[in-house]
Antibody, heavy 122, light 111 residues
């Protein structure tokens, strides 16, 4: 079965960077884009961008331009999200997600990782 | 910027029917698909509806989605409310650059 397993919680100081991983299993990693979404405590969902594991092509939401880097290691079926210049507003749970399948045109959040809490605190 | 607006909270009694609305900030609802997600506390979101009104396998037919182009809105209807339906619900569509746009979420309380 499709699974996205994310790395554990992280604590960083303001100005630092953090990298979150998302390991895929149960399907061929390079055949589906990986999306990233975050959620601050008690707040709504916020889209960050997507990456093609096949080509490495990425597209970030405008808000995160210049601060977000998405990469992948196809040998271990893992996608990474790196966020730099952290501030307290970046404290949130970060989720990776994959589309439901190829039988649908628009089914972007079919499978989700369990989430990774990133805390930014001095 | 394209935005989706949902009621902040709603409540309804067990066994009843509730409809959650999602209104687009421009005439965009008709041209992009809408998805609906359910999120229980401490758990990742899960897709309830995709492509306006399609249910993934395993989602009960108590959940249905629709689009009303005249009001530029999408709706999620939950019938026969159960205690486990108490959760946050988010609509999602796309902006001009194909980035996901989420509504602010609706907290549903089942009385």
């Amino acid at each position: 079965q499709v699974q996205l397993v994310q790395s554990g919680a992280e604590v960083r100081k303001p100005g630092a960077s953090v990298r979150v991983s998302c390991k895929a299993s149960g399907y061929v990693f390079t055949t589906y884009e990986i999306y990233w979404v975050r959620q601050a405590t008690g707040q709504g969902l916020e889209y960050m961008g997507w990456m093609s594991p096949l080509t490495g092509h990425t597209a970030n939401a405008q808000k995160f331009q210049g601060r977000v880097t998405m990469t992948r290691d196809t040998s271990i079926s893992t996608a990474y999200l790196e966020l730099s210049s952290l501030n307290s507003d970046d404290t949130a749970v970060y989720y990776c997600a994959r589309r439901l399948g190829w039988a649908c045109i628009s089914c972007p959040g079919g499978y989700w990782g369990q989430g990774t809490l990133v805390t930014v605190s001095s | 910027n394209f935005m989706l607006t949902q009621p902040h909270s709603m409540s309804e009694s067990l066994g009843k029917t509730v409809t959650i609305s999602c209104t687009g900030s421009s005439g965009y609802i008709a041209t992009n698909y809408v998805q609906w997600y359910q999120q229980r506390p401490g758990i990742a979101p899960a897709t309830l509806i995709y492509e306006n009104n399609q249910r993934p396998s395993g989602v009960p037919d108590r959940f249905s989605g629709s689009i009303d182009t005249s009001s530029n809105s999408a709706s999620l209807t939950i019938s026969g409310l159960k205690p486990e339906d108490e959760a946050d619900y988010y609509c999602q569509s796309y902006d001009r650059s194909n980035s996901w746009v989420f509504g602010g979420g609706t907290k549903l309380t089942v009385l």
